[in-house]
Each structure stands twice: as C-alpha cells, then as structure tokens.
C-alpha cells in the first residue's frame, strides 16, 4: 500500500473518530430527550453571550445638541410630551420581516476550435536521387490535427417569500444614534420549535410611530428562519453520513 493512500485513511479515520466525539454529548442529549418536546431556550442577554461583539462602524464627528427656548415641543418627536419610539439600550421595537426574493437566471457558453497542421519535404539536399528516398526522408515529416469543444450551461430559479413579526430589543447604541437591535422568537408546535431571529442596525427616523420598522430598512440585518424538533431531525442526513460527504473525493 502507498504511503499516500495510508496517510489517506489514517486522516479519514482520525476525521471519522473526532466527529463521533463531537456528536458524542448531542447524541446523548438527543437520546435522554426521546419522547419528550423539545425544551425553549431560556431568556437570556445577547450581549453576554459567548461570540457577541460590538458593533463598530464609521461615525461622524459629534454634533452640538441645540434646543429652543420656550418651547413645549422637541425636535424630532412623534408624541406631544414624550416620543414613544424606541431609542434606549433595552427598549423594544417591532419589526416587520418582509422579504420577497424572486431569481430567475439561465447562461449559456459555447465554444468551439479546430486546428489542423500539415507540413511537407519533398526533396531535401538531394532525396531524391537517393534509391527509395521515401524510406529514408518521408515526404511529409509532421502532420498534426486537434479539435476541441465545449458546452456549458446553467440556470437558476428561485422563490422565496417570508412574511412575519418579530419583538427586537435595543443591544446597543451608536455614537452617531444609530440603534443595534436583536431579536429572538420560538413558537414550539408538537415537538417540532420554529425559531426566528433578526438582528441588525436601525436608524431612529426610519422607526414608525407606532414602534415598528420594517426589515428593509435594517443595515446589515442578519435574519435568520428554522427550527428543531422530531421533523428537522428526520430532513438532516446522519453524522456520519455528512463526514463522508466531506472526505469522500468521489
């Protein structure tokens, strides 16, 4: 056996062996839960969570905060005594999760050469009066042909629609007033949990009156839609199935 083929196996082995111990505490997890529905995640900080990072982006320089003398309205209000929307490290907002994305893209590529060379001697410092010149100096001493083709093609058509609401808590506010906001729904049917979570950066003008924002206009939004249970677990493939998948070159 080459020792390359060996190294083969010897990494296929190791790989087979470290996600048996990866899944090792999901399986028993999965197993001390077998008829029971599954359990919701308990109300938690995200900004405690492990991974979670401020956000950081480009601000402009601070601006002097003016206000008018005698008067009972403040600038940029949408309530006469207090603005109701949403403006504060752990106020709530809702937002409208509305997406629409319809694709629908077909390409294709021809290509086509052919090539051919043919070069001859027929009488080269005196082959021809030599007895069966031909055996000694062909007539033709190079003769190439080449022919080559190819033909790709792709499409793509993709559908996809969306259309929910989502209670989001203010994680974070930016020096320019911009909001973070994150926000985490599961609704548990039989076993089977469906989770939503949104997250992004919201500008306060773009809050409605009535503390809504629509998903559009969140800047780098993060939505995210799936679930957990009995039925998500029978539509993934087995652990080791997927470990195959990846190390399998055929």
């Known amino acids: 056996m080459s020792v390359p083929r060996l190294n083969r196996i010897v990494l296929s082995g190791a790989m087979l062996s470290l996600a048996a ?32 990072k401020p956000v950081q ?40 999760v509305n997406i629409t994305d319809k694709a629908n893209i077909a390409n294709e590529t021809q290509r086509s ?40 093609k792709g499409s793509v058509n993709r559908q996809e629609a969306l259309q929910t609401t989502v209670a989001a808590v203010v994680t974070q506010v930016l020096p320019n007033g911009n909001l973070v ?3 985490k729904q599961e609704i548990r049917v039989n076993f089977e ?4 979570i949104v997250a992004g950066i919201v500008r306060p003008e773009d809050i409605q009156s009535d503390n809504t924002i629509d998903s559009t206009k969140i800047a780098q939004a993060r ?26 070159p055929f």
């Open 223 to 248: 939505i995210a839609y799936g679930g957990r249970g009995q039925i998500t677990d029978v539509q993934q493939p087995r652990y080791g199935q997927q470990v195959m998948d990846v190390l399998l």
């Open 113 to 152: 050469r052919t090539s051919k060379e043919d070069s001859g001697i027929t009488d080269f410092i005196g082959a021809q009066t030599i007895t069966q010149p031909n055996k000694i100096l062909p007539g033709r001493l190079l003769t190439t042909d080449s022919t080559s083709s190819s033909d790709g």
């Open 193 to 196: 949990i469906r989770e939503l």
């Open 181 to 183: 906001v994150e926000g």
């Open 21 to 52: 111990l990866a899944s090792g505490c999901s399986s028993i997890d999965r197993l001390s839960q077998i008829g029971e529905k599954p359990k919701l995640t308990e109300i938690e900080n995200p900004t405690t969570q492990p991974g979670y």
């Open 57 to 96: 982006m480009p601000m402009p320089k601070p601006e002097q905060a003016s206000y008018n003398a005698n008067s009972l309205w403040r600038n940029g209000s949408r309530a006469f005594f207090r603005d109701q929307r949403a403006a504060r490290v752990g106020d709530l907002l809702t937002v409208t």
